[in-house]
């Protein structure tokens, strides 16, 4: 919450002592626009979306969540009217970023490449539940990293999350981060970026 796509971008430059780049992909950092934010006691801050409170067992600000994925579709057919094909698209995010990319996937963009989720969980009772409960068709792979020492998301709710996504028919990997507060790490990156070519192999890509 409070960063930027250009902060997240910096952070993780800072953490690889270079950018995250990739010869055959695009990289986008967007930016969540400024809103009142509860769980600050409704001071403006740059977040996905609203939190009644910072826990997994409270009802989703859903009307927030929803309007931003109504945002990111936008930008999601912006690339898709750039040629790129859908299911050469990841999502993903750390914290509130990687909740936000499993309702806009889950939802609304079921036919994306994939979703990250980092240091990332959704509610017990997530509109991501309700909508996969009626799910026939193939879901984005989700790459799932959290650490155990996390004191503002719990451990337990991101794999709570997993647990869940995977019995409705998501298939998750979850990695975890022993000693790793809410932060992100280089090893993390590393694997993630591993997982990102895993998805989005050099060979299908042709003018991306």
């Not at 969540?32 to 979306?49: D, E, L, Q």
């Not at 980092?118 to 879901?139: G, H, P, T």
């Not at 792979?141 to 647990?163: I, P, R």
């Not at 990156?189 to 890509?205: C, F, G, M, S």
């Amino acid at each position: 919450t409070g960063d930027t796509g250009q902060g997240a971008r910096t952070w993780i430059k800072q953490i690889l002592n270079q950018e995250m780049a990739f010869q055959h992909i695009k990289i986008i950092y967007p930016t969540a626009p400024a809103r009142p934010y509860t769980p600050m006691k409704g001071a403006f801050s740059t977040v996905w979306f609203d939190r009644y409170k910072i826990s997994n067992d409270c009802p989703e600000h859903t009307e927030s969540i929803d309007s931003m994925c109504r945002g990111l579709t936008d930008l999601i057919n912006d690339e898709i009217k750039n040629g790129i094909a859908k299911n050469r698209i990841l999502i993903g995010g750390f914290s509130m970023g990687g909740g936000m990319a499993m309702h806009l996937a889950y939802r609304f963009h079921q036919d994306l490449a994939g979703v990250f989720a980092l240091s990332s969980f959704l509610n017990k009772d997530s509109a991501v539940y309700q909508a996969l409960k009626r799910n026939e068709s193939v879901l984005p792979e989700l790459f799932q990293c959290h650490g155990t020492a996390d004191e503002l998301v719990l451990y337990s709710w991101g794999e709570e999350t997993n647990k869940m996504l995977q019995s409705l028919g998501v298939s998750t990997s979850l990695h975890t981060f022993p000693n790793l507060n809410h932060e992100l790490s280089r090893t993390e990156i590393e694997k993630l970026k591993t997982w990102i070519v895993k998805k989005l192999p050099v060979e299908a890509a042709k003018s991306n």
